[in-house]
């Protein structure tokens, strides 16, 4: 026979008490213990966790209830989180699920009003208590993922006007959401909120800073150039006119040729296409006007070097060459002009050319 397990812990300040298997009849008065036990504690907040429960008998709601109606005059926050199945309709059909607020929102939220700040905290606790490879865990994790994520939604709108498909920056936003969520530990006491907002936008950041650029910019100037822009905000509305990099730089206390190399790489964030037009009447693009390798340019060091060379050869060896690749002449019309076969001069040009070719490579 499988009985009701009812354990309670304490979380950063928030008293939880975990439900697993049937909670019966036989069950009502440990859960009442429990509960009455954990409110005599006087918490400012206590998390009822019923992801493990498999079944929820009305002689356990009852206690529940009850513990909800005390829990109000003396300022302590109820939440019955991870309720699903048979044992969330149990809750709806009594009224007791509307009655304790089970997954409400808060709508007072200071936030946004859209993530049900008390809930997805009481989750969290609740989640942090279970041990690890507890199936219930992940079913804590996914509700608090849906909770939250109009938080994440709403904070990538914050970028809309930035260029970027805004689907995109919401897939953005819910990773970070997702790292906010695994790595936040409530035994620390800090809230949620606290936590998930910085690891959500530093993702954001993170995406503009890695993906955006349409050139690589290193991380400090990126750094730099959104500091320049802040503060070239506040000082035109101070000077009532574009502040001079030169008092950028005094005011954000930086050499100024840091904000001269800043604003330079600013523009590699959109880089000019090469296809783009230059000029109005004019089929000419920006790419038509980027130079190329200069094979000659390669050549010139060669040039330079022959030059000393070839002084050195012999002096039929010289005239050879130079009837050859100056005088642009055959072998044969250089063997007439120098009364020698043209057997010879085929020797005479391999013989000066293997003296240039090691000499070169000689250095």
Known sequence: MVCARIETACVGGWQVLTASGPLDLAAASVLDSALTGLLDTQAAALVVDLAGATL???????????????????????????ARGRVRKALEITGAAAELGIDASDASDRVGQEVAIGAVQAMLAARAVRPAGDPCRQLLRDRVVELSLPLAVRLAGHYRGTGQPGDELAQVAAVGLLKAVDRYEPERGAPFLSFALPTILGELRRYFRDHTWGVHVPRHLQELRLSINGAAETMTQRLRRSPTPGEVAAFLKVPPEDVSEALVAAQGYAPASLSQPV???????????????????????????LTLLMGALPDHEQRVLAYRFYGNLTQTQIAGLLGVSQMQVSRLQSRALGRLRRSLLAG
């Open 279 to 305: 000029g109005e009447d004019v089929t000419l693009e920006l790419g038509d006007l980027v130079g190329g390798p200069d094979e000659d340019l390669d050549r010139v060091d060669h040039h330079e070097s």
């Open 56 to 82: 929820f008998d009305c002689a356990c709601i009852n206690p529940l209830v009850e513990s909800g109606r005390r829990a109000q005059p003396q300022a302590t926050d109820l939440y019955v989180v991870g």
